[in-house]
């Protein structure tokens, strides 16, 4: 064989040999999987004072030998709220997981009220909070790093108020209810989830199922949000003082998109004429109440059903700067015309509400 032969030979052996090496690994790195994990770098906050008020924020820094599945959590030790951050990665940076006081609000609610279904206080405080960094896999259970930071100023919550009742009823709102027993559709001030006022709904009629309701006029025309970021969130008061509640009693609540008519035409009906059957309004029931005390809902306008569906010519375009009104109606199981309540015969329904109001973005709780 000819020298030159031998020598292309060569060649082309070596450049089939380098054509075949990778010079990057393809799927996960194995250190990831049978490493031990160290930590190089622990837990550090970028501001351990944050004043929320004053859009501070709190960053987190952190790293490890390898990508690892993370938990931040801070929890306050006077109020119990926690808050959680999750990641997987070798490194934790302040440009990545900050902390912008999310929860970390003036509560609008009184002092002596406990939301009944809230395992801990719906809100942080000004308080010290313990700030936990640990790892999800089983192996590494059992390493944590904690720190702690103290809250010293909190942020306001945003929102559209609908109604708080402090000053009465809302401008220009119609109520009507039934000619029942012990009716109570009126402002108290004995047990107000917010402030100093609530407005009592409830009685006892066994004859039809709507007891009573209040139409709130609105006009919301510069909200931006679309329907899954726009949130309707009212506290909802029930039970006597022996803790009874009536059988399948619940608020059922209207929003009306109506354009054409005006709120309250027609006077002799003593409500609004926004929610007719031949025009664009949704509705949400919160069903049953069946609780004692006072709890407090976030509804996203989004989870509002049609409630004219079936009526031709109804078009729905689910926009909530179209919001011309709202409708919260008292409702329960009428004891003489069904057979499945009798005990509503001698226990008045009760579904008080109170601090009404429509958040952007997310519900008050989840704020």
Known sequence: MKKSNIFLIIVACILSVYSCTKETTEGPNLEDF???LTIIDSLSLTNYNPNFGLEDTVGFSAQFSKSVSW???????NSNKSIEFYGTDSLITPQEISWFGDGAYNSPFNNDISLTGELSSPF????MCLVELTFEDEENSNISMVDSLTIEGLK???GILVADFEEGLPNNSCTWEQAGGSMTFDIANDEALESGSYYKMGGIVGWDWVLGAIDIPLDISDVTSNPNDFFLNLGILSGDVQGNFADNQFINIMISEEQNTPFNDDLSNNLSDVFASNMEVYQYKIQPVDWVGWQYKGIAYS????KNVDVPGVTY???PNNITAIRIQCQACPW???TACPNNENIAVRTDVDYIIFTENTSILNQ
């Not at 938990?71 to 030790?77: A, K, L, P």
């Open 34 to 36: 049978y490493a031990d």
């Open 71 to 77: 938990v931040i959590t801070i929890t306050g030790t």
């Open 124 to 127: 942080f405080e000004e308080e």
């Open 156 to 158: 306001q919550i945003e």
């Open 303 to 306: 989870e509002f059903e049609e």
């Open 317 to 319: 375009s689910r926009n």
């Open 336 to 338: 003489n015309a069904s």
